[in-house]
């Protein structure tokens, strides 16, 4: 994994083994927008795509919990940021 290149220590959590919880996503959201972690391009994401700028953040919010395949991934948290989906550039900034 392109972390291990940059001597980044992470755990990895399964999300679809272990459901992430609507808290934790919240968590999350303090350092991201809800529109960057949705996973528009997902083809579970297609039938909400019409309703892209309808729909509230609460609700999305709740899609992604009942639904993880709608949330982009990888999502690293490091050092009060968040990276989300893979940027190898971006990784060096959570170097210890």
């Known amino acids: ?3 291990d290149e940059y001597r ?10 272990n459901r992430i919880t609507r808290e934790e996503l919240e968590k ?6 809800v529109d960057e972690i949705f996973s528009w391009s997902s083809p579970s994401a297609r039938k ?3 309703d892209r700028y309808k729909l509230e953040d609460s609700e999305l919010i709740s ?6 395949r709608l949330i982009r991934r990888p ?12 940027k190898n550039k971006s ?5 210890d």
């Open 75 to 86: 999502i690293l948290l490091g050092h009060d940021r968040v990276i989300v989906g893979f």
């Open 28 to 33: 999350i959201l303090l350092y991201s927008s």
């Open 8 to 17: 980044v220590n992470y755990e990895e959590l399964d999300i679809f083994k």
């Open 91 to 95: 990784y060096e900034l959570l170097q």
């Open 63 to 68: 899609l992604m919990v009942k639904e993880p």
């Open 1 to 3: 994994m392109a972390l």
């Open 48 to 50: 909400y795509k019409p």
